[in-house]
């Protein structure tokens, strides 16, 4: 296995002809993996970063899936008593339905679309993030992604996102295999991984997109977190 070049085969949720039962499926083991491996608390990191000293705040997520990353950053702003809106952008009809019926957590928008078809016609949002997100696209796509969220957000946005690594992709591929019931988590949770990026090519898509300044960090399990804040600039 060659980990020095990304993979740019397409994961099967990529496709369009992918059963309702097996996505709703697919998006419960991610929010346990999610939840278990750290993935949510990276979130959390990047927010907690941009929400300082706010007592209001609207978070926007692209490609929300099922809703679970923008449930757990509704419930940390409630819990510190910051009033808290929700955009949940995603390009699958079955994901954004799944994410409307589990919402519980007051004012939110789920907005079926492209993210780069979307218009704010209530202002922007103040945080834009995706998680898990980014790996589904080119370098080329993600220079258009980065100018789209930096124009979008009023205060700044975040990544988290998954760092190629074989001691990554031979525990996923090993923990799925043995404990997952999806065929979409048992083939694309490795794949991701190999779609992943190093540090040196995240600085190059960040560089190339004119992003400055910045913090890009290494999380466990295996992930960045990059953050930008208007403050920063």
């Known amino acids: 296995m060659d980990f020095s070049q990304r993979s740019y085969q397409k994961e099967l949720l990529d496709g369009n002809d992918i059963p309702f039962e097996d996505i709703e499926k697919n998006m419960r083991e991610l929010d346990f993996i999610n939840t278990w491996l750290g993935g949510h608390a990276i979130s959390v990191n990047g927010l907690k970063q941009l929400v300082k000293g706010r007592k209001q705040v609207t978070i926007c997520e692209i490609g929300c899936g099922g809703g679970d990353n923008l449930r757990v950053l509704s419930r940390y702003c ?31 928008e789920w907005v079926h679309s492209d993210y780069r078809s979307v218009l704010f016609a209530e202002g922007k949002p103040d945080i834009i ?9 080119t370098g080329e796509e993600l220079v258009f992604m980065l100018d ?11 990544i988290n996102d998954l760092q190629r690594h074989p001691f990554a992709y031979y525990t996923i591929r090993w ?5 997952s019931g999806s ?48 403050n920063m600039e």
Do not use: Q
Not at 129 to 137: D, G, I, M, Y
Not at 148 to 157: I, L, T
């Open 78 to 108: 409630r819990h510190r008593n910051i009033g808290v809106r929700v955009i949940g952008i995603d390009s699958n009809a079955f994901c954004i339905a799944v994410a409307r019926e589990k919402w519980n957590g007051g004012n939110a």
């Open 129 to 137: 993030f995706s998680s898990l997100f980014c790996h589904h696209f």
């Open 148 to 158: 789209w969220m930096r124009s979008g957000a009023k205060v700044g946005w975040f």
């Open 175 to 179: 923990l799925t295999r043995w404990l």
């Open 183 to 230: 065929y979409l988590v048992k083939n694309d949770a490795p794949l991701s991984v190999l779609r992943g990026f190093t540090r040196r090519e995240w600085e190059g898509i960040l560089r190339k997109a004119g992003i400055a300044p910045y913090s890009i960090s290494w999380k466990w399990a295996f992930r960045w977190l990059i953050v930008s804040h208007r």
